[in-house]
């Protein structure tokens, strides 16, 4: 591991991000502040050690913590206290991690790029939902129910029994957060906002629910709680323990991608699951709370310089700082500050592409992420993303059943089958070096979409890029994302975007979701690739 001063930066950064933010899901947990900080102390070192994205930052997530939450009151509820359930919440966590492992070693990182788009927008826009929901109680200064649906169900209670102080709390906070970047983006704006308003609470002396004492010390080793379980309450535990797993795997990799397309690098999946899966154990023999991935805090710590491993090690040392030294202060965090900063999390999960392109985009691609929604918030993201994964994969099947059938009565035998090669590739020499050609042939949907984008990113450098779409007849959401993003890569690096045979299906698709003319200008369009060449001609390239 090379040491670089912008990791320290970078690991520095994070940690401060990352300190309110594990306080707060440490308390939507229902664990306790500390659960949260133990979560981002092991995982993210170990994470960052182990796994497979070098400038990841790992820690407790609104995904996870929308599932943990879930977990530990229904533990709770069978058990009587938290303290009882504590064996079985502590072998969850521990077996959520070994089961990532699983998944590491046994390569399944890779299928991370079969999930849909509308699949992916429409669990994470739900656990956006899900987190404001149960955010509603504390911020108006109430204790929360144990659920969504219990949520909604009384929801009229606390707004008829409002603390007022609370509320303005936990709005300074969303305001803060929100408003304080114009002024300097230098300083995270949670952290402003845990500060400011713990500190009005405090001069105004608040009646307000706070977040209590958080142990000082080292966290207490858990694991020996798992002895007094009986063989009965096993299943629900390995049921909880998966979905834990599959969703911080998710949550990891979606990551990862991101990181990726900032630094211009590729991460190793499997490796990552891995280094995943052993933070995950080994917080949960301490009672931290599972995690993945953090997206915001990984983006934090790029752009603060973090490039290497370091920077997450560094992250994790910054709050075991903070546990050691700052315990006694954060006890007087009010919650109403808490649920603030959880409300902001909320919104930025939301996804507001989707959202405004629902009516634009195929019909099948907005049924599939309207169900995922809805079946994330009030039943479970597993159901949901294996519903999501089933109804993409018949509608595709009958789309593509659909567009065989209209190929084989419009075109003459063999139609569907096109020849290989492409023969009317003819490229006058003063032109090849300035231009390079991708050749798509088939539909570019879901199943093809990281791909379309891993091969974008190896291209070289050019003038002109010719994607040759006369093969494409089909664009689904996922695939639509993937060429925009694409295409956006492209103009970042001074390279123009040509476009030919565009076929009538991606052409509408493009246009309703203002691709055209918005980042295609339809002049860039060419009905085959002999007009392409005859206009770069007369662009006289040098």
């Known amino acids: 591991m090379n040491f670089q001063i912008r990791d320290v930066f970078g690991g520095l950064t994070a940690g401060i991000v990352a300190l309110p933010l594990a306080l707060a899901f440490g308390v939507q947990s229902g664990m306790g502040p500390a659960a949260g900080l133990y979560g981002a102390i092991i995982l993210g070192f170990f994470a960052a050690a182990l796994g497979g994205t070098p400038t990841q930052i790992s820690g407790p ?18 058990f009587g206290s938290l303290e009882a359930a504590m064996g079985a919440i502590v072998l969850t966590f521990i077996l959520s991690g070994v089961i990532q492992i699983a998944f590491g070693i ?20 739900g656990i956006g939902l899900i987190i404001i929901i149960l955010q509603i109680f ?3 200064g109430h204790p929360p129910p144990p659920g969504t649906e219990e949520t909604l169900a009384q929801i009229a209670k606390p707004f008829a029994e409002m603390n007022v102080t609370a509320l303005g709390l936990s709005s300074l906070s969303i305001a803060i957060i929100y408003l304080f970047p114009r002024i300097t983006k230098k300083i995270p704006g949670t952290l402003i906002a845990l500060v400011a308003a713990t500190g009005l609470s405090i001069a105004i002396d608040a009646d307000v629910p706070r977040i209590g004492d958080i142990p000082s010390g080292f966290p207490e080793f858990k694991a020996m709680e798992i002895f007094h ?18 969703l911080g795997s ?22 990552e699951l891995i280094g995943q899966g052993v933070g995950n154990a080994l917080g949960g023999l301490f009672a931290g709370l599972p995690g993945a991935g953090a997206t915001m ?13 370091l920077s997450g090690i560094v992250h994790s040392l910054t709050l075991v700082a903070i546990l050691l030294g700052a315990g006694q202060y954060a006890a007087l965090i009010p919650q109403p500050v808490l649920a603030g900063i959880l409300i902001t999390v909320g919104i930025g999960i939301l996804d507001y592409k989707g959202f405004r392109h629902l009516a634009k985009v195929p019909k099948s691609d907005a049924i599939i992420m309207v169900t995922v929604l809805i079946l994330t918030v009030f039943v479970d993201l597993l159901t949901a993303v294996g519903a999501g994964m089933l109804i993409a994969t018949v509608l595709f099947t009958k789309r593509m059943s659909e567009l065989v059938e209209e190929q084989t009565k419009v075109g003459p035998p ?13 490229i006058p020499e003063n032109l090849k070096d300035n231009i390079l050609i991708k050749h798509l042939d088939g539909p570019l949907f879901f199943g093809f979409a990281n791909k379309f984008l891993q091969l974008a990113s190896a291209l070289p450098s050019t003038k002109y890029l010719i994607i040759r779409m006369g093969r494409v007849p089909y664009l689904d959401q996922s695939g639509l994302y993937a060429l925009e993003d694409a295409i956006l890569s492209m103009e970042q690096r001074g390279i123009e975007v040509l476009i030919t045979g565009l076929q009538t299906q991606p052409r509408v698709l493009m ?7 918005d980042l295609i200008e339809p002049e860039n369009i060419f009905p085959d690739f002999e007009s392409c060449i005859n206009w770069l001609k007369q662009q006289q390239i040098d």
């Open 61 to 78: 997530t609104g995904p996870m913590v929308v599932v943990t939450t879930a977990t530990v009151a229904a533990f709770v509820d069978v």
């Open 106 to 125: 046994l390569r399944l990182g890779v299928y991370i790029r079969y999930i849909p788009y509308p699949v992916i927008s429409g669990f994470m826009s």
């Open 138 to 140: 504390p911020a108006l």
């Open 229 to 246: 379980l009986s063989a009965h309450n096993l299943h629900i535990i390995l049921s909880t323990a998966i979905t834990l797993a599959a």
């Open 250 to 271: 998710i949550d990891s990799l979606l990551t990862s991608v991101v990181a990726d397309n900032v630094t211009k690098t590729r991460h190793n999946s499997n490796r």
């Open 297 to 309: 805090r990984t983006l934090v710590n790029i752009r603060a310089g973090g490039v290497g491993r």
């Open 414 to 426: 063999g139609t569907i089958s096109p020849e290989k090669g492409w023969p009317d590739e003819v």
């Open 511 to 517: 246009e309703r979701v203002r691709m055209i003319p």
